[in-house]
């Protein structure tokens, strides 16, 4: 038998700044004052009703809001993205009882900045990792990339009886706002995203010493969807990344989240109805809404994700990350836990996990 892939350690580490809502909100009409009164109408119910009620960011409001370069941008990334990831990675293996010197594989996801060396060369070099060390950076996977960089970590462990692998999800939306861009695409994303980080540590084996499994991670798989790749993504322009949304998403999710999951469940003999929690990345409230009614036809909620997007916003990559940070401190029920995010290309990458040790 397989040993167990044991997750270790989930953390998150959100930025200093915060702002409400109405401060949000202000900074918005300022910064379409000079833009149709139809528009600004909009962008204000849009903001209203996106379900995020504080937002955080590497930023203050004037650096959001104040025009720069892609080489002034590009340096704030590299500065905020190195100083924050590895910080969370560090604490991160500090409370997983795992020394730099013992992690294998390290994996690094972001979407909203570009570095060479990437970021996981940075984090490997100051914390004295090892020279032999496999690092992966994923950089364009979007959304998805929180579930997708736990499922190549754990493909790559599978080979490595003992091994360590550590995860870090950088997303700092916030410092690609593009403030010529007045399209409904850039307000609406504007209005969602946040920046946030989160990590995971994962061992394949039971813990030992010090340890103690958080969960493991059963399987995992994903769910493509063809002709779909202008559904969401980024173009990189001279003035930054420019966000593409398709106004079709949340039906499109709708109509294959069920066979996406099916595609996971069914060959272990599960269906959603059997599951005790489900960790979802959240996207925008009318893909939660969608989403949840389907999941009320199964006895399910996405209520976790509906209040950490409402409480963080939607951090990309990061986002179910905290969502699973926030389950596994809740003292949960033990049981099947579906992951899932989905993401530009058009699919879903999803993970069955076990929380707690259910007798």
């Known amino acids: 038998m397989d040993a167990p892939l044991t997750i270790l350690a989930v953390r998150s580490l959100l930025p200093e700044h915060h702002f409400a809502a109405p401060d949000v909100e202000t900074a918005f009409m300022r910064w379409l004052a000079d833009r149709p009164e139809e528009e600004r109408i909009k962008a204000k119910r849009i903001l209203r009703n996106s379900g995020v009620a504080t937002r955080r960011s590497c930023l203050t409001m004037d650096e959001i809001f104040s025009k720069a370069s892609l080489t002034e941008t590009s340096r704030r990334y590299r500065h905020h993205a190195v100083r924050m990831g590895t910080q969370l990675l560090k604490e991160t293996l500090d409370e997983a009882g795992i020394r730099p010197k ?28 090892r020279s032999d060390v496999l690092r992966l950076p994923v950089t364009q996977m979007g959304c ?24 870090v999800n950088v997303e700092l939306p916030t410092n690609t706002m593009q403030l010529e861009d007045f399209s409904m695409d850039n307000i609406v994303s504007s209005a969602l995203f946040s920046d946030g980080l989160g990590c995971t540590v994962l061992k394949n084996g039971e813990p030992t010493g010090p340890q103690r499994g958080r969960a493991t991670i059963d399987g995992w798989t994903t769910h493509q969807v063809a002709d779909s790749l202008s559904l969401i993504g980024y173009q990189l322009t001279t003035n930054g990344f420019l966000m593409n949304l398709d106004p079709t998403l949340p039906d499109v999710i709708a109509q294959h989240f069920e066979r996406a999951a099916a595609s996971l469940l069914g060959p272990r003999q599960l ?32 209520k976790l994700s509906r209040e950490t997007m409402r409480d963080c916003g939607n951090m990309s990559s990061s986002t179910v990350i905290v969502i699973l940070e926030r389950l596994l401190a809740s003292n949960p029920e033990p049981g099947k836990t579906l992951l899932m995010s989905f993401g530009p290309g058009f699919g ?6 076990t929380v707690g040790s259910p007798n």
């Open 144 to 167: 998805a990339a929180g579930a997708s960089a736990l499922m190549y970590a754990s493909e790559i462990l599978r080979g490595r009886p003992g091994g360590v692998a550590a995860i």
């Open 271 to 302: 269906a959603l109805a059997d599951l005790e929690h489900v960790v979802l990345h959240p996207g925008g409230v009318k893909i939660l809404d969608r989403i949840e009614e389907i999941l009320a036809r199964h006895g399910q909620s996405a």
């Open 348 to 353: 879903a990458h999803q993970l069955l996990l």
């Open 102 to 129: 013992d992690v294998d594989v390290l994996v690094t996801t972001s979407c909203t900045g570009f570095m060479i060396p990437s970021i996981d060369a940075h984090m490997a070099n100051d914390l004295g990792m």
